[in-house]
């Protein structure tokens, strides 16, 4: 076990005292599915280098175009594959040419000097492709047949709702996002956008291991993004939102929908992928109307990734930064909460945390 930070910084998760100072030490479970990476990022023929909690992990796509995914270490000197290259289907050592298929077993091209050709192996990582991501399970292998990555029914078949994936990564702990997607009161923060108008909670309640929340508010209230939403069905005033541990969504009417990846790459710093989707017939155009081909709604959603999404999660990505610049600094301060949406959150995030501990005691003892 880690010894406590004392006056050097924040405390871990044993020696944490309380609720805010635990949910900032407290981890990700790794039993579950993880978004690292776009599938466009990964072209057959390329690896690139994920993290979980520090662990480096080798996402590489063969040449049948299928992806694998590996520790990312040679089991001969131990440096990184990602520095080699994807030769067929098997990721190659830069330093002696050692090969490792999706199994983790090396293939060694030298001369083994009369050894017979050692049976070595390196961890693998589970990974399945699904909305245009690559998902990876950092766990225990045997539970990934026990857990499947969340289901967004309105991305799947032929004619999928049109959708916009928005990637960033973002210095901080990761309960620090997860308590800002859902937490309203922040809306001065976005004032220049205006993604909510209103912050009325209808209802925020713990339900094994979800925090669900009712929300009245406005969505796409800005100027510039009101144009563009039809209202004449409703008002799109009304949401629903849930921490389905360790995800996030919201449905608000059932026409504008959200979902939340958050690969935890070290405890402060976090890659994040939102899936943005809306009903076809959510979108208008001025003097068009909002019976618009779904083709060009998604081309729509696109380009609203340049206009609003990405400087809106900037801002996001700025004040989170900040928040843990703060914590660092001043963990030991009062920091009085009002909203029992965080208060909730933090809860469930001690709680599973705690749950992951007591199964594994490696992971306690890190």
Known sequence: MTSPAGPQGPPDFENARTRRQKARAA???????????????????????????????????????????VENRCAHRHLKLTEGQVVGCKLVCAYHGWAYDGEGRAHIPH?????????????????????????????????????????????????PWPHAIVRFDCPGHHS????????????????????????????????????????????????????????????????????????????????IKHFLFVLP?????NRHFFIFYVRTDTIRLPLI???LPRRLVHLMMQAT????LKPLLSQDVWV?????EAWEQHWDKPAPELSPVVRAFQN???????????RSPKAAAA
């Open 27 to 69: 981890g990700l479970d790794p039993n579950h599915w993880y978004a690292a990476l776009e599938s466009k990022e990964l072209r057959p023929g390329q690896s690139q280098e994920v993290l979980f909690m520090g662990r480096p992990i080798a996402v590489f796509r063969g040449e049948d175009g299928a992806v694998r995914a």
């Open 348 to 358: 469930l995030a001690i709680r599973k945390w705690e749950e992951h501990l007591a």
């Open 265 to 269: 790459e070290a405890p402060d710093r």
């Open 320 to 324: 989170i930064r900040h928040e843990q």
């Open 176 to 255: 620090m996002l997860i308590e800002n997607v859902s937490d309203f009161t922040h809306g001065f923060l976005h004032r220049k956008f205006q993604p909510f108008e209103g912050m009325e909670l209808l209802r925020c309640e713990e339900v094994g291991d979800r925090v669900e929340l009712e929300y009245r508010s406005k969505i796409a209230a800005g100027r510039f993004q009101d144009v563009f939403i039809n209202r004449s069905e409703s008002a799109c005033d009304h949401m629903l939102a849930c921490y389905d541990y360790p995800y996030h969504w919201s449905n608000t009417d059932d026409r």
């Open 111 to 159: 001369d083994l000097f009369g050894h017979k050709a050692p049976d070595l192996r390196i961890g693998t990582v589970p990974v399945k492709e699904r909305y245009g991501l690559i998902f990876i399970f950092p766990g225990d292998p045997e539970r990934a047949t026990l857990r499947d990555i969340p289901a967004i029914p309105e991305l799947e078949g032929n004619e």
């Open 305 to 308: 990734r340049y206009t609003t």
């Open 289 to 291: 109307g909002p019976r």
